[in-house]
Nanobody, 118 residues
Framework: QVQLVESGGGLVQAGGSLRLSCAAS????????MGWYRQAPGKQRELVAA???????NYADSVKGRFTISRDSAKNTVYLQMNSLKPEDTAVYYC????????????WGQGTQVSVSS
């Protein structure tokens, strides 16, 4: 059983930065598509950023140019660097692995809270 453990969330002022980390217990980071989702209160969960096993990245329009997803295969860790944070970025952020039948069939972390004050 693979575990994904997120860290790095917290409270930051608008315009600030945070870096989220997702440590995997197994060596899935380099062989899977990994992603970061977020869910704000009263809103649907959305895919924020993803990185394929080949290193191709994609981002939600709302975070393009501000967020960067990366990975360190040696550390089995995925990162989300978040710059120029806005209050609307406030949400619980989840690390996930895309399984064979889609994201819901993969492994998920427990989530980390990111709060951006105006």
């Amino acid at each position: 059983q693979v575990q994904l453990v997120e860290s790095g969330g917290g409270l930051v002022q608008a315009g600030g930065s945070l870096r989220l980390s997702c440590a995997a217990s197994g060596s899935i980071v380099s062989t899977s598509t990994m992603g970061w989702y977020r869910q704000a209160p009263g809103k649907q969960r959305e895919l924020v950023a993803a990185i394929t096993s080949g290193g191709i990245t994609n981002y939600a329009d709302s975070v393009k140019g501000r967020f960067t997803i990366s990975r360190d295969s040696a550390k089995n860790t995925v990162y989300l660097q978040m710059n120029s944070l806005k209050p609307e970025d406030t949400a619980v952020y989840y690390c996930a692995q895309r399984g064979l039948r889609g994201w819901e069939s993969g492994y998920w972390g427990q989530g980390t809270q990111v709060s951006v004050s105006s």
